[in-house]
């Protein structure tokens, strides 16, 4: 079952999203006020982020957070999977599938391009971005951290 973060969820966001941040996944962790900040604009509006959460047998097994932006260059809205986080010992049992399809079905109507990042090492997440049609975008990104 996959369903929308509620204000009762912010002890199983913050959660998720400490271990999502201390994985393999990323390349560093994030402070605790940038998820906190989070947080408060997914309570505030669906404008520029949504949380989803998905449950195996009855049990929080991971969640999926959504950030929006528009794209000239796509002609549109873009989503982006800004991260995606299944708990280990749910890993390998259809989840991030399920949530790929709940992307498309929920998601993709209302967007021109769904976007996502991963580490180039995380061989497993690419071969599943890619069987799911995702492809390299030959762009670099670069950053300048404001604060």
């Given at each position: 079952m996959i369903r929308k973060a509620t204000p009762q969820d912010k002890e199983l966001y913050m959660k998720f999203t400490d271990a999502f941040y201390h994985s393999e996944a990323v390349?560093?962790?994030?402070?605790?006020?940038h998820r906190e900040a989070t947080w408060a604009e997914l309570m505030r509006s669906n404008d520029?982020?949504?949380?989803?959460?998905?449950d195996k047998d009855?049990?929080?097994?991971?969640?999926?957070?959504m950030a929006y932006?528009?794209?000239?260059?796509?002609?549109?809205?873009?989503?982006?999977?800004?991260?995606?986080?299944?708990?280990?010992?749910?890993?390998g049992q259809g989840l991030?599938?399920?949530?790929?399809k709940f992307i498309k079905e929920e998601i993709e109507p209302t967007c021109s391009r769904i976007r996502l990042e991963v580490e180039e090492d995380n061989v497993r997440a690419k071969k599943l971005y890619e069987s799911l049609g995702f492809k390299i975008l030959p762009y670099q990104q670069m950053v300048k951290e404001l604060y």
């Open positions: 390349l560093h962790p994030v402070p605790d006020s520029y982020a949504e949380c989803f959460f998905i009855g049990v929080d097994a991971g969640f999926l957070l932006t528009f794209s000239q260059e796509s002609g549109g809205k873009v989503a982006w999977v800004e991260e995606l986080f299944i708990n280990p010992e749910f890993r991030g599938t399920e949530f790929f």
